[in-house]
C-alpha cells in the first residue's frame, strides 16, 4: 500500500489533535479508573464528577475545574497526580481542557 504525503500529513494532525487522560477515583490510581480522550484545547466533561483522587495526564498540561463545561474555579497540572487527598482538589473536579 502506497501513501502520499498529503495522506501521512492528515494521519499525523488527526493523531496530535486527541488528548487522553487516566482518571481515578482513588489514590494511586486506583477505584474507578477510565482513560478520557478529547480534542485538544477542548473542555471535557468528566465521567466522575467530583469524586477524582489521582490522575496521569500523558505528558499534557490540563486545568481542571470544579463545574460542567469548564466553568467554576480551575487548577493547572503539569504532572501526574497520585494523590488528591493531600490537597484541596481531592473530589472537587469535574471537568478537563488540556
Known amino acids: 500500500m502506497q501513501y502520499n504525503v498529503l495522506t501521512l500529513l492528515t494521519t499525523m494532525v488527526a493523531m496530535t489533535g486527541a ?13 474507578e479508573c ?3 480522550t ?16 489521582s490522575f496521569k495526564l500523558n505528558n499534557y498540561v490540563c486545568s481542571f475545574y470544579t463545574d460542567r463545561d469548564c466553568t467554576g474555579t480551575s487548577a493547572t497540572f503539569s504532572a501526574d497526580e497520585t494523590n ?11 471537568s478537563v481542557k488540556c
Open 19 to 31: 488528548v487522553s487522560i487516566h482518571v481515578c477515583t482513588s489514590k494511586d490510581y486506583t477505584g
Open 84 to 94: 488528591l487527598r493531600d490537597g484541596t482538589w481531592n473530589d472537587q473536579v469535574t
Open 34 to 36: 477510565t482513560d478520557v
Open 38 to 53: 478529547f480534542p485538544n484545547n477542548e473542555c471535557a466533561n468528566l465521567p466522575f464528577n467530583d469524586a477524582v483522587s
